[in-house]
């Protein structure tokens, strides 16, 4: 415990650049922060800092030790409060990286119920389809779908989404319903760039079927709507078309097909989340369990 302290008191005195701004910090006496400071160096058996008489610098043992310091005592730390905070209600403000279209079709709302149970939490939100760096990006969490590379981080499955097939009455009429897998080869496919085949399973049967098209798109929401102005069949999520079906734009095509799930990632730095974020995680997968 010592040692973790001394460590905490190095953190300090680097983000404050000094001894003094240290102490008016952590209310422990310049005097003290020397000595703890000297005996860890001692410890490690390095100099970690260059000290002058107006500011300390890190030396580069020094950098990689504050490194590793940072990230020991920042985790204590949220040990500490993930504890307290299982007697309170979580609050501070949510940093979440988030998919633009699965956000807004499904995850608006579970937000929304989340933050009514929540109240002492606000959020920031990023709509980007782009891979955020978690260590150095002041994120708490980001949701990504499909499978995901091998990393450092955190990767925490919270859902499955099966797609299906999907197409207007209109396009249906002037083209002819599709009665096997094979047969989408002859139809306009509206799918996603550098998608070539859509896989699709029954049971323990597979069939995979060479696509095309005049539309290719990045996004959900553009292949849906295309498809509810007669464009083509499209493969996508039950809940994301919920509405054109309901309100008859679209029709589901060959209903015992359908295409691998595709997994929905939470990612985070670590394995120790204030309760914030667990929460959130929690809540998120339950919520995304009852709708998929």
Same mark, same amino acid.
């Given at each position: 415990?010592?040692?973790?302290?001394?460590?905490? @008191?190095?953190?300090?005195?680097?983000?404050?650049?000094?001894?003094?701004?240290?102490?008016?910090?952590?209310?422990?006496?310049?005097?003290?922060?020397?000595?703890?400071?000297?005996?860890?160096?001692?410890?490690?058996? @390095?100099?970690?800092?260059?000290?002058?008489?107006?500011?300390?610098?890190?030396?580069? $043992?020094?950098?990689?030790?504050?490194?590793?310091?940072?990230?020991?005592?920042?985790?204590?730390?949220?040990?500490?409060?993930?504890?307290?905070?299982?007697?309170?209600?979580?609050?501070?403000?949510?940093?979440?990286?988030? #998919?633009?279209?699965?956000?807004?079709?499904?995850?608006?709302?579970?937000?929304?119920?989340?933050?009514?149970?929540?109240?002492?939490?606000?959020?920031?939100?990023?709509?980007?389809?782009?891979?955020?760096? @978690?260590?150095?990006?002041?994120?708490?969490?980001?949701?990504?779908?499909?499978?995901?590379?091998?990393?450092?981080?955190?990767?925490?499955?919270?859902?499955?989404?099966?797609?299906?097939?999907?197409?207007?009455?209109?396009? @249906?009429?002037?083209?002819?319903?599709?009665?096997? #897998?094979?047969?989408?080869?002859?139809?306009?496919?509206?799918?996603?760039?550098?998608?070539?085949?859509?896989?699709?399973?029954?049971?323990?049967?597979? $069939?995979?079927?060479?696509?095309?098209?005049?539309?290719?798109?990045?996004?959900?929401?553009?292949?849906?709507?295309?498809?509810?102005?007669?464009?083509?069949?499209?493969?996508?999520?039950?809940?994301?078309?919920?509405?054109?079906?309901?309100?008859?734009?679209?029709?589901?095509?060959? $209903?015992?097909?359908?295409?691998?799930?595709?997994?929905?990632?939470?990612?985070?730095?670590?394995?120790?989340?204030?309760?914030?974020?667990?929460?959130?995680?929690?809540?998120?997968?339950?919520?995304? $369990?009852?709708?998929?």
């Amino acid at each position: 415990m010592e040692l973790l302290n001394d460590m905490a @008191l190095f953190v300090e005195v680097v983000k404050a650049r000094g001894f003094r701004g240290a102490a008016e910090a952590t209310g422990v006496p310049n005097s003290t922060l020397s000595r703890r400071i000297g005996l860890l160096e001692k410890a490690v058996g @390095l100099r970690l800092l260059h000290r002058t008489t107006r500011k300390v610098e890190l030396t580069e $043992a020094g950098q990689l030790y504050y490194e590793r310091c940072r990230r020991i005592v920042e985790e204590a730390r949220l040990a500490h409060e993930q504890l307290g905070d299982m007697l309170a209600q979580p609050s501070g403000v949510l940093r979440a990286s988030l #998919p633009v279209d699965f956000a807004n079709i499904h995850l608006a709302p579970i937000i929304t119920a989340f933050a009514e149970r929540y109240p002492g939490i606000s959020f920031e939100l990023d709509l980007t389809p782009r891979r955020v760096d @978690l260590v150095t990006e002041p994120f708490d969490v980001a949701i990504r779908m499909g499978e995901q590379p091998s990393s450092n981080l955190v990767a925490r499955q919270i859902a499955m989404l099966s797609a299906q097939l999907y197409a207007s009455p209109r396009y @249906l009429e002037r083209c002819g319903e599709p009665i096997s #897998p094979e047969a989408l080869s002859q139809h306009e496919c509206l799918a996603f760039p550098k998608v070539e085949h859509w896989t699709l399973q029954q049971g323990d049967a597979t $069939a995979q079927v060479r696509i095309g098209g005049r539309f290719v798109a990045n996004g959900v929401g553009m292949l849906r709507r295309l498809a509810t102005l007669d464009q083509g069949v499209v493969l996508l999520p039950r809940t994301a078309v919920a509405a054109d079906l309901e309100a008859g734009r679209l029709r589901p095509l060959l $209903a015992d097909w359908h295409a691998k799930p595709l997994p929905v990632y939470a990612l985070t730095e670590t394995r120790l989340l204030p309760a914030k974020t667990q929460r959130f995680i929690e809540f998120v997968r339950d919520r995304l $369990a009852e709708m998929v």
